[in-house]
Every structure is written in structure tokens, then in C-alpha cells.
Nanobody, 127 residues
Framework: QVQLVESGGGLVQAGDSLRLSCAAS????????VGWFRQAPGKEREFVAA????????YHADSVKGRFTISRDNAKNTVYLQMNSLKPEDTAVYYC????????????????????WGQGTQVTVSS
């Protein structure tokens, strides 16, 4: 079992930055690939970014590429999502998810790939 807790959300203005954190406890976190997803009211949960167990492999959705950056610090059992140049359409609840996968640079892009989820943190961007 891996327990995940997101933090760092809040209310900001368009153009501002936020850094989300996903803190893990339980099993060896460095064995897990991690993804960030978001869900806006009335919409499906969508993929944002993913990172491999070592951090060597990363992938960002086109909608956030160049603005958001996923990273991790396995010594701190934490994955981060740095969000710059925020837009109102980035408003959503942001979730981190983990899946066992200490294999090369593997990461996962689909909700169904992940077994462990946090409770989410709200990000609201005003125009």
C-alpha cells in the first residue's frame, strides 16, 4: 500500500505560479511511477503529467507542456508539479496517483494504469 497526500493548491490569478506536492508513505516510493491528473467540475478526470520511478522519464499533456513541470525527490518521498503561467482553464482538483513500476523510464498515461490515488487539492485560477 502507498498513501498519497497532495498539497499546495490555492486561489491565484492568471499568470501566477503554484507548486503542488504529492507526499507518499508506505512502501518504497522510489519503486513507483507517479502521475498527476485533474478534474474540473462536470468534466472527466484528465491526465496532466507523469514521471518514472527514477525521474529519468517524464511526459506532459499538450495542454500544459511548456508551463508545467513534473519532478520528484525520492529522498523526500515527494513528487512535485510546478505550474507556471496559470490560466483559468487550469482550474480543477488536482490528484496524484502511483503505480508500482521500477522499470527503466516507464511512466503511465491513463487513469486505469494507477492503483493508488490521493484525495486531491483544489487549484482555482481567476481571470
Amino acid at each position: 500500500q502507498v498513501q498519497l497526500v497532495e498539497s499546495g493548491g490555492g486561489l491565484v490569478q492568471a499568470g501566477d505560479s503554484l507548486r503542488l506536492s504529492c507526499a507518499a508513505s508506505g512502501r518504497t516510493f522510489s519503486d513507483y511511477a507517479v502521475g498527476w491528473f485533474r478534474q474540473a467540475p462536470g468534466k472527466e478526470r484528465e491526465f496532466v503529467a507523469a514521471i518514472s520511478w527514477s525521474g529519468a522519464g517524464t511526459y506532459h499533456a499538450d495542454s500544459v507542456k511548456g508551463r508545467f513541470t513534473i519532478s520528484r525527490d525520492n529522498a523526500k518521498n515527494t513528487v512535485y508539479l510546478q505550474m507556471n503561467s496559470l490560466k483559468p482553464e487550469d482550474t480543477a482538483v488536482y490528484y496524484c496517483a502511483a503505480e508500482f513500476g521500477p522499470y527503466g523510464t516507464n511512466y503511465y498515461l491513463h487513469r486505469d494504469d494507477y492503483d493508488y490515488w490521493g484525495q486531491g487539492t483544489q487549484v482555482t485560477v481567476s481571470s
